[in-house]
């Protein structure tokens, strides 16, 4: 695993004239690989100081049924510490995308739950860019509900108070496979709804069926002669 920064090191995102947390500033499009650069910035401003966040890395998930299985690329990773010894005790992982197909819907729970299966990360997000674009603070708050021990004490409270009134009123289990909130977006004056997807470790009913298997030993036995 590699470039893996701590939070506190990320430059602080930009703020609008009402003071919101936004993701993009001005109104350009920005490619992929900046809106993860962006979505790891703001998100940095709200973690606890022993939590990391390395973007853009490359894990190997071990054999498969068939032998190795090819390396594979992850958006974003945060990883809380849990001793001087290094040793990590909580992992997450942040995705952001469009809309797929569902072929391609198919092939990414099949690489998620994989990671969760080999013990790579406890939770998976899968996170639509239009979100950040015009919910930001909702997704946040969202995330720090769900799993509350990667944020500050300070940013539970900073995350609470830029949030909507829909998002704390919503009702949020870890459990859950997939989150819909309908929103006033905090840039626009119509409303939205929000669409966060969650995998989560402690959880496998939902994913468990989709991990590729591991590479088992099949015992043989010589054939035995007729006569």
Same mark, same amino acid.
């Given at each position: 695993m590699t470039s893996v920064t701590p939070?506190?090191?990320? +430059?602080?995102?930009?703020?609008?004239?009402? $003071?919101?947390?936004?993701?993009?500033?001005g109104s350009a499009p920005h490619e992929p690989a900046t809106q993860q650069?962006?979505?790891?910035?703001?998100?940095?401003k709200y973690l606890r100081e022993d939590v990391s966040l390395a973007i853009n @890395?490359?894990?190997?998930?071990g054999p $498969?049924?068939?032998g190795a299985m090819e390396d594979v690329s992850l958006g974003l990773m945060a990883e809380r510490v849990a001793d001087?010894? $290094?040793?990590?005790?909580?992992?997450?992982?942040?995705e952001i995308g469009a809309t797929?197909?569902?072929?391609? @819907?198919?092939k990414r729970l099949i690489r998620d739950a994989t990671l969760l299966d080999r013990d790579l990360t406890d939770a998976v997000y899968r996170i639509r860019r239009v979100d950040l674009v015009y919910?930001?603070?909702?997704?946040?708050f969202m995330i720090s509900r769900l799993d509350p021990g990667l944020f500050s004490e300070r940013g539970l409270i900073n995350l609470q108070t830029l949030s909507s009134r829909e998002a704390r009123e919503a009702s949020?289990? +870890?459990?859950?496979?997939?989150?819909r909130l309908g929103t006033a977006s905090s840039t626009v004056s119509a409303s939205r709804e929000v669409e966060i997807l969650r995998l989560d470790r402690r959880f496998p009913a939902p994913w468990r069926e989709f991990a590729t298997p591991r590479l088992r030993r099949v015992a043989t036995h010589p054939s035995r002669l007729a006569g």
């Open positions: 939070a506190s090191s990320f +430059p602080r995102p930009p703020r609008n004239r009402d $003071g919101v947390l936004t993701l993009f500033p650069e962006d979505f790891a910035a703001t998100l940095a @890395i490359t894990v190997n998930p $498969g049924p068939f001087d010894e $290094g040793r990590v005790s909580q992992r997450v992982v942040f797929a197909s569902p072929r391609e @819907i198919e919910c930001l603070p909702d997704v946040l949020v289990r +870890p459990d859950q496979q997939e989150f």
